[in-house]
Nanobody, 121 residues
Framework: QVQVVESGGGLVQPGGSLRLSCEAS????????MGWYRQAPGKQRESVAV???????NYADSVRGRFTISRDNAKNTVTLQMVGLKPEDTAVYYC???????????????WGQGTQVTVSS
């Protein structure tokens, strides 16, 4: 069984910073991509940042230059450092991981439960 658990989030003023962390655990053979998505009220879930196992990253245009994604392959963790936060960054943030589980080596996308980020004065 595989679990993906986020931590971090909360309330911050515009211009402030937050750090989100996510850990994948359980019967894992390997982890491919890891990333962060977000969903604001009334909007569709969107990709924020993704990092491949080799370190290649992709960012949404709206966060490029303000958010930084990183991962620790040995610990199966991914972190999203957010600076210069804006009210429009307010959303529930979800961690996503493409995981190959231990035998029988199934490949699945796993999601965390989500963590609220609110940017408001």
């Amino acid at each position: 069984q595989v679990q993906v658990v986020e931590s971090g989030g909360g309330l911050v003023q515009p211009g402030g910073s937050l750090r989100l962390s996510c850990e994948a655990s359980g019967s894992i053979f390997s982890v491919n991509h890891m990333g962060w998505y977000r969903q604001a009220p009334g909007k569709q879930r969107e990709s924020v940042a993704v990092i491949r196992s080799g370190g290649r990253t992709n960012y949404a245009d709206s966060v490029r230059g303000r958010f930084t994604i990183s991962r620790d392959n040995a610990k199966n963790t991914v972190t999203l450092q957010m600076v210069g936060l804006k009210p429009e960054d307010t959303a529930v943030y979800y961690c996503n991981a493409g995981i190959i589980s231990a035998a029988p080596y199934d490949v699945h996308d796993y999601w965390g439960q989500g963590t609220q980020v609110t940017v408001s004065s």
